[in-house]
Structure formats: C-alpha cells, structure tokens
C-alpha cells in the first residue's frame, strides 16, 4: 500500500512538551497533597485535560464539584502555558524539521492528530504550522485517544484512507488509538509501554525516510 500522509501527535513527538503537561499536572496535585510521579503520567499522555484531571483526582479520596474541577483544569492550563511561554523553533526535537522537510520534497501530505486544546498555539510558536495539510487538535474532537477519532479525522481532511497513512505517537493511548484506526503506528519512546505499535522508535532522531518503505512493505 502506497503511504500518501504522515500524521503526526504533537506533545511529545514534535516537540517535547510532554515534560511541561507533567510539571504543571504535578503542581496541581501537590497543591491537592495527591501523590503522583512520572509513571502515573505516562496514563496522562495523549488523553485530554478532563480525563487527565480525572485521573488524578482518582488517586486522592475527595470528591469534588464540577465547578472546582473547571477551576482546577484552568489552573493547569495558566501554567502549562507559562512554562510554555519561552518555546521558539529550538525546542523542535531532533530530526523532526528534517523530516517534515523531507516529507513535503516528496509529496507525502502531513497531518496533526493531538488531543491538545493548545496545539495550534504551540505550532505556530515552533513557526511549523504551514507543514501542515491539515490540523485536528481538541478543539475539533469529542473522543479522547484511545478512540481514533483524532486521527480518522486527519485522514479524512487530507483525503487519504487509514491504511495510506502513518501515525507517529509517543503515548500508550495514542499508539492504541492508531491502530484501532487501521494505521500505521510507529511509537517514538520506551518499547515496553508502546509494544503495540508496528515500530518503535527510542527518540525521533531515529525517524528517517526508510521507515515510509517499512510501512509499504517494502
Ligand atoms: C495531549 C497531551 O497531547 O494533549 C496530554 O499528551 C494533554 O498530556 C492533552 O493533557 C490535552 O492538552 P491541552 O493542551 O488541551 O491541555
Ligand atoms: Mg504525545
């Protein structure tokens, strides 16, 4: 099968702000004398801000009222974006630019697939956003990762069916998302928590040229 798009997550895979969400998540729960560390995160990636809150709270023993859980996913929000604020081209991770670069030579449309509310933001402080054919982030999406609902729609507003397509994920639930789906997913991170991906890649330096042959069964 011809592979005609690359989709792409956003936090984590282009850019490593998987490392802000856990800072500001981290803060929140300290605030609310919840224990949570870097392996609970993981549970965190690629899920939206309610589910993310949602499952730290399940992890405390109070309850609390919708209201105060608006309140809260906003202060998450107020400091993600602080500790975002001094994000420019330099924080792209390696071999990504490159990548894009590449895919664009070659004709191969370029998708993004994220649950973030903030991905367009992002994307434009990384001055990347006219890579992209298409952007579907979670202003556009009613179903969090692992429901491919992110990903179906980037196929469908660049016109390609899932099995043309690659997906690049660096979360658990959005390497599930993929291949629920029907793409194909390449996971950039640890093998262990990505094993269902048809590839893994340890970091996106390793994202080259050959795996688009890999993908056509080449
Ligand atoms: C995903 C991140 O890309 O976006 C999650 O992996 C995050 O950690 C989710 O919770 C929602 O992001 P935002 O920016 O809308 O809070
Ligand atoms: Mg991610």
Partial sequence: MKIKACIFDLDGVIVDTAKFHFLAWKRLADEL??????????????????????????????????EEKQEMAVKKNIWYLEYC???????????????????????????????????????????????FDAIVDGNKIT????????????????????NEAIVFEDAEA??????????????????????KANIVLRSTALINFNLIDAAEGK
């Fill in 143 to 162: 179903e969090a990762k692992p429901n491919p609902q992110v990903f179906l729609r980037a196929a469908e507003e660049l016109n390609v069916n899932p």
């Fill in 33 to 66: 004398n919840i224990s949570f560390d870097e392996h609970d995160n993981e549970q965190l990636k690629g899920v939206s801000r309610t589910t993310s809150l949602e499952i730290i709270l399940r992890k405390g023993s109070i309850q609390y009222s919708e």
């Fill in 85 to 131: 604020s001094t994000i420019d081209e330099s924080e792209i991770l390696p071999g990504i630019k490159e990548f894009l670069d590449e895919l664009k030579l070659k004709n191969i449309l370029i998708g993004l697939g994220s649950a973030s509310k903030n991905a367009l933001l992002i994307l434009d402080k990384l001055k990347l956003t006219s890579y």
């Fill in 174 to 195: 959005g390497v599930e998302a993929a291949i629920r789906g029907g793409f194909y997913a390449i996971g950039i991170g640890d093998a262990k928590i990505l094993g």
